[in-house]
């Protein structure tokens, strides 16, 4: 897989290699088919996931074990879509996290993020900016939990993870990535309203009975 870190082609004076392309194509897929509810955001996910674990493995020890975790992760979300009710369209059902998941979302991610941004500290290597890039490793691992449990408040952990990854990249000088995170913005933005007015308009899943 050594062909992942080449070049693909330079953007605003910033070398893309193709990893970094792939992996953000696959990303914004994944977040797409999310938003339209379908279970195949989750192998495209582990997909991403697999491709930059690939190019990480060997030279960037704590990214490649980042992207194990973003893998498992994935994994338990497609079990569970597999196993959700359907709504009257035949996608997932979704809904709102109760005050009591949200509470403890809250508290798991601001844990994790102080204990990631300490191990980061702890050993330089697995990180350059080891606060903001464990913000965002935990934010982006309490994402895809809240989505995995089909709720609604998945686009505002993310939404929050943007407002740390916009800046971040553009302030490194990482001027395609930072763009990338803009589009993921405006994706959250767009699923949210989707997600929240379908919650609202209390659909039931079409399989009465299934696991919620």
Not at 39 to 46: I, K, N, R, Y
Not at 172 to 189: D, E, R, T, W
Request: hydrophobic content about 55%; charged content about 15%.
């Amino acid at each position: 897989m050594n062909w992942l870190d080449s070049e693909a082609f330079v953007l605003f004076d910033q070398r893309i290699i193709w990893s970094d392309l792939v992996g953000n194509v696959l990303g914004l897929i994944a977040l797409t088919l999310g938003w339209r509810r379908s279970v195949l955001t989750w192998p495209v996910q582990f997909l991403a996931g697999l491709i930059l674990f690939g190019a990480f493995y060997g030279h960037l020890a704590g990214s490649a074990g980042k992207q194990v975790v973003v893998m498992l992760v994935a994994l338990y979300g497609w079990w569970r879509w597999s196993r959700r009710g359907r709504t009257a369209d035949g996608h997932v059902s979704v809904r709102f996290a109760t005050w009591t998941e949200r509470g403890a979302m809250a508290a798991a991610a601001a844990a994790g993020t102080v204990a990631v941004a300490l191990l980061f500290k702890a050993y330089p290597s697995l990180s350059w900016d080891p606060w903001p890039d464990a913000y965002i490793f935990v934010g982006t691992i309490v994402a895809m939990y809240a989505q995995a449990r089909g709720m609604v408040e998945f686009w505002l952990a993310w939404l929050l993870v943007d407002l740390v990854g916009v800046p971040l990249n553009f302030a490194n000088g990482y001027a395609f990535s930072g763009f990338v995170y803009v589009i993921y913005g405006a994706l959250v933005l767009w699923g949210l309203r989707d997600w929240w007015l379908r919650s609202r308009n209390g659909a039931r899943p079409a399989l009465e009975g299934a696991p919620a």
